[in-house]
């Protein structure tokens, strides 16, 4: 089991494209049920959300990131009749597309998305804000600009090995904003995401992702926090929104969904391998924190794979 809690939650980045945009231009994109990421790669242009109609400019080296529950709007400015993303035409060499009037580049944007298929979303989606805005000027910024500049120095000059290379850099555009996320804590919702910027308990977090077989106790987490048990289960629940062995119990049933979802391995051996000596004790447990029963569960992945 992996003890870094961020690296075993990260799912898939893919990166599917960009457009370039001239003159008066807009287009609605819509994350559907998948994280989206936006990067500014020249120029600047304006964001609205459809739920709330309120603009965010964004600026050159800014990156988005979207829960992917309400689409939204790129534009020049507001105002303008939004083209939907479906109907732009994109070229099948650059997988760009064009916006707007004229030959002028004004503005160029880089877009991807990230699978939440290998969890559901449940640890990512739920531990970050609706929108994540990164400001090119902010100081933990600095490398997402490098990354931003190779992904469209990668996307003009299509070298062999480009879809590869485009791949890794939006993995590392992805994990690179998360670590911005974790430098201002107080701006995320509580989960996971916010114990772990925590110093102090992100030692117990990193036990039960580490070993989350391992029948932990609340003295044995408050320990690794260096606190009493009572200030520790406070500060887990107003960072993570949940008790701490609620929050193991959650990890867990997180982990068996994915892996009925991934692999054959008998319900008795995911159950052990995730706490329970007993299967009919997992399979309750599961069934109270997903609604269905595993192999039920097996069953409807499957048939939906």
Known sequence: MAVDPLSDALARSVFSGGFTAGGDWAVQLRGRDRLKVNAVVQGGCVLVRDDSGEPLRLAEGDVVISDGGQPYTLCSRPGVEPTDSDDVVMDPETRMGRLGQGDAVDVACVSGHIDLSRDRGDLLRRALPELVHV????????????????????????????????????????VQVLRVCLTDADGLPPGWLRALADDRLAPALRLMHGDPAHPWQLAELARAAAMSRTTFAVRFKEAAGVPPLTYLLNWRMNLAARALRQDTAPVGTLARSVGYTSESAFSNAFKRAVGVAPRRYREEALARS
């Not at 000027?137 to 490398?143: F, L, T, W, Y």
Request: net charge positive.
């Open 135 to 174: 400001r090119a000027d902010s100081a933990e910024a600095g490398v997402l600009r490098w990354l931003i500049g190779q992904l469209a120095a990668e996307m003009r000059t299509r070298r062999a090995g480009v879809e590869f290379v485009t791949a890794q850099l939006a993995q590392l555009m992805f």
